[in-house]
């Protein structure tokens, strides 16, 4: 099979073709521009590609209601250009193969659940901790809709008692993204996350506020995997002190291994690394095909 | 068609027959006592009932795995004599018809999905807030399960800045249950609920509490519809205080008209009134003889 896939960042866009065992064939990569500009140059890459379906992910908010009038335009975005742009609609004028449209993290949680850290496993929940934060939910086999799309890196938490930092998110102030983002960790020690060492008190309190996230999202749904990628999340040492906070959060209530002895093994960086997102592309794209 | 329905309470358990479309033709009462007294009483009810299903929504916790050894029972109960007991398992050498089985709270959901202030909809979250508050979730046309079922009514909340009541949950102290389950109202104005006036302060403080969960049930799933039920929630001027809530929280982050002008009509009592949690057990008896 040859499913083309398409990672639609708000900083590039990834392009690649994958097949039906997640391998990605081939890829390429440009930044993202003005969406006439962009478009041009995925619709160039795939001109001649053959594919049989494709899949896209994408930076969001998006309209995935195929009832909606609008269905497959990015909707109340800043990015320039892309508010209102009907991004699904004019790839569909020039390619006749099925279409798989959903946000970029939901993308990430199905391929997951596909062929990565979920795979054989009925739900798993996928945050993105990098310049923002994103949460895709995939649960009883399907990924999830409902009004909109998850958008759950916007949940309230409580302050650390100790940060007087005030939270950069422009909705909410101090919501999970104002607080754990990238940008929140180099606005509050004034220092690139990167640059911090890895015994620095930054991370206990970043994983104090993504462990509220995760603790809430267990008991609301259950997953079966707690998934963590994006670029926050290459700081490993991150992953023990979460685990630990989440169990203090849960303080035994839910009463199952996986958030008892077994939660190294259950909240994971993601099975398909930085793949994640490519790879989910395509597994939107054989979805699509699937069912068409 | 006659479908057994059982709603298993922590204080009584709702027998009855209910049919297709959702109308329930008898009921009977009892209370809760040890599991073999209640037990007799529910299979001496159905003995000659000639049911071709029956539908159990049960107080929990409990096993939903059909894959686990101990699928059937409530797990970790402090009710006595009730954890660990094969609550299924005891009606299934009685009764050789399909079985549903599902927590209290996730039938109420199935039941208003299917008859209720959700029906048709692809998705909904049923809050119950009486002596505890438990979450019963429905999405993309599923019941939601994962390793466990969802526990929802322990999230943590911030602390209203004026409120100085402890919280009352013997595993988190100030989580959702803790302050805003009606042992919390109680215990912090040292009043009954029911005799505090409507337009005292208790109901906005309540309403606080009960708002961050929704809004962060709406960012993390967002359902089509919430539906609210419990004795708690028969203080009817809560809705507007709590769709005030809400819309606070979202801060206009979540772009969809159910969440702005039209939240009186997505934030609203259960369809079915106070027989939500009865035709939600009719409704898993249907869906397990069509499974069958």
Known sequence: MRIGAIEAGG????CGIGNEHGDVEERVSFPTETPEV???????YFRDKKVEAIGIGTFGP????????TYGHVTTTPKPGWGGYDFLGTLKKEFDVPFGWDTDVNAA???EATWGAAKGLSSCVYYTIGTGVGVGVYSEGRLVHGLVHPEGGHVLVRRHPEDTYEGFCPYHGDCLEGMAAGPAIEKRWKVKASELPVDHPAWAMEAFYIAQAIAGTILLLSPKKVILGGGVMHQLQLFPLIHEQVQRNLNGYVNHPSVKEGIAD???SPGLG???GLCGSVALGLEALKRS
């Open 266 to 268: 259950y909240i994971v």
């Open 109 to 111: 949680a199905l391929g």
């Open 11 to 14: 900083t590039k866009f990834v």
């Open 62 to 69: 998006i309209d995935i209601d195929p009832a909606s009038a």
């Open 274 to 276: 930085d793949n994640a």
């Open 38 to 44: 962009t478009l041009a140059n995925v619709i160039n």
